[in-house]
């Protein structure tokens, strides 16, 4: 019954009784994002950008990025590509911005502190999206990475409006920009939740050691009440908050998700089904009652019991 829903599963998201939410592809590139227009995406989520740096000694030219982002927004004719500009550094280190001798990357000028080094390659960066925006009829969001305070959220708005771009958004991976979701939407239109930094900066635990995946579980309540203060804010003001890390591909955790006020979840194209699946097996009031219970879990363990 559960694998013939799956395998049934297109179309929009949706609860059962209708609440949408957007289910959308994390991309790196035009291929990605051809498949998941194929695995009915209503459109992209992330947009992850380091791609076209990696292994480059030198920045990839203008023209050059008019082209690689075209054929994302291209494959997503008429459907929303939330695009992310660079975000280098840590566990995505570019030689062409490689920060010297930094004791702690993860800690250092990483993904949008650079541009207040390096102003000219957002700049570029940005103008690239403007034209293959122009080229194409995506409805194109840009959002940056790593941010932390209102103050770098409005200086990356402004940006994004003087490129010509109207939809600007930050990602939420720093607990601090959680805390303070509904002063960030004061400054921009939506948030993403990157749940994979968010889980890492809450819990000083390192995304790439395996040893500390327990502290990095996407059911870990502290998490999921940052989650929470997000999706409050986005409820308050009317504005889209998204989750695009893995915590957004799990199908259990989609109707708790939902129900903690996110708006839409990307996830790789493959992850689609089933979670369209879940949030299309509960009521919108069914989450609600699922996310006050996690939130009053003890632990992740209790957290998922709770859901099963
Ligand atoms: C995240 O941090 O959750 C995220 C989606 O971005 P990335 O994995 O590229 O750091
Ligand atoms: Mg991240």
Redesign the pocket.
């Known amino acids: 019954e559960a694998a013939k829903a799956i395998a049934d599963s297109s179309g929009p998201g949706r609860t059962s009784d209708g609440h949408a939410v957007a289910l959308l592809a994390?991309v790196g590139s035009g291929k990605d994002a051809t498949a998941a227009a194929s695995a009915d995406a209503e459109g992209v989520g992330?947009f992850?950008t380091?791609l076209l740096f990696l292994d480059r000694t030198r920045e990839p030219g203008l023209d050059e990025q008019v082209a690689a982002y075209r054929e994302v927004f291209a494959a997503m004719a008429g459907r929303r590509v939330v695009i992310?500009t660079l975000?280098a550094g840590a566990?995505?280190p570019l030689p062409f911005l490689h920060q010297d001798g930094e004791p702690n990357p993860a800690l250092g000028v990483r993904g949008l502190r650079i541009a207040r080094q390096r102003p000219d390659v957002l700049t570029t960066q940005l103008a690239a999206i403007a034209q293959a925006a122009i080229q194409t009829d995506a409805d194109v969001w840009v959002m940056a990475?790593m941010v932390s305070t209102v103050a770098e959220a409005a200086e990356f708005a402004a940006a994004v409006h003087a490129a010509g771009l109207p939809k600007a958004g930050v990602?939420i991976?720093v607990p601090a920009a959680a805390l303070r979701a509904e002063k960030l939407l004061g400054v921009v239109d939506f948030l993403?939740?990157?749940?994979?930094?968010?889980?890492?900066y809450t819990f000083a635990a390192d995304?790439q050691v395996g040893t500390l995946a327990e502290l990095l579980d996407p059911w870990q309540p502290a998490l999921l009440q940052l989650i929470a203060a997000c999706g409050a804010a986005g409820k308050a003001t009317g504005k889209s908050v998204g989750v695009?890390?893995?915590?957004a591909s799990d199908p259990a955790l989609a109707p708790v998700l939902a129900g903690l006020g996110i708006t839409s979840l990307?996830m790789s194209a493959r992850a689609l089904p089933a979670v369209r699946a879940s949030l299309a097996a509960h009521t919108l009031a069914e989450c609600e009652r699922l996310a006050a219970a996690v939130l009053d879990a003890e632990d992740p363990a209790q957290a998922r019991k709770l859901v099963s």
């Open positions: 994390n992330l992850r380091e992310r975000d566990d995505k990475p990602m991976e993403s939740i990157g749940t994979n930094d968010l889980s890492q995304r695009c890390g893995e915590a990307s």
